[in-house]
C-alpha cells in the first residue's frame, strides 16, 4: 500500500520560505513522479510542481522562479522549497503519486501566509 506523509509546513510572512517533505513507502520511489498539489480555501486543487524519475521538474506559472521541486532517491523524499512566498501561496499543501493504477494522497499540511 502507497504511504505518502507530508511535513514542513506552517506559518510566514509575506517574503519568506518554508520547506516542505514528503515520505514516501509502499513503492519503489525512484521509478515514479511525484507531484505537489495545493489547496486554497474556495478553490480547486491545483497541481503546483512535479518532477520525473530522472529529476525532469515542472511548475505551475504562478511559482516558476520562487519554487523547487527536489528528490531523495535514498530516503524516499520529495520536497518542496517555497521562497519570496505571496499570499495567494496559502493553502493545504498534498503530496501525490500515481502509481499501482491508482493516485495516492498524503494527510495535507498546511501553509499559511500572515504578517
Known amino acids: 500500500q502507497v504511504h505518502l506523509v507530508e511535513s514542513g509546513g506552517g506559518l510566514v510572512q509575506p517574503g519568506g520560505s518554508l520547506r516542505l517533505s514528503c515520505t514516501a513507502s509502499g513503492i519503489n520511489f525512484r521509478l515514479y513522479t511525484m507531484n505537489w498539489y495545493r489547496q486554497a480555501v474556495g478553490k480547486q486543487r491545483e497541481l503546483v510542481a512535479s518532477?520525473?524519475?530522472?529529476?525532469?521538474?515542472n511548475y505551475t506559472d504562478s511559482v516558476k522562479g520562487r519554487f523547487t521541486i527536489s528528490r531523495d532517491n535514498v530516503r524516499n523524499r520529495v520536497f518542496l522549497e517555497m521562497n519570496s512566498m505571496k499570499p495567494e501561496d496559502a493553502a493545504a499543501y498534498y503530496c501525490n503519486v500515481r502509481a499501482r493504477g491508482s493516485s495516492s494522497w498524503g494527510p495535507g499540511t498546511q501553509v499559511t501566509i500572515s504578517g
Open positions: 518532477i520525473t524519475s530522472d529529476s525532469a521538474r
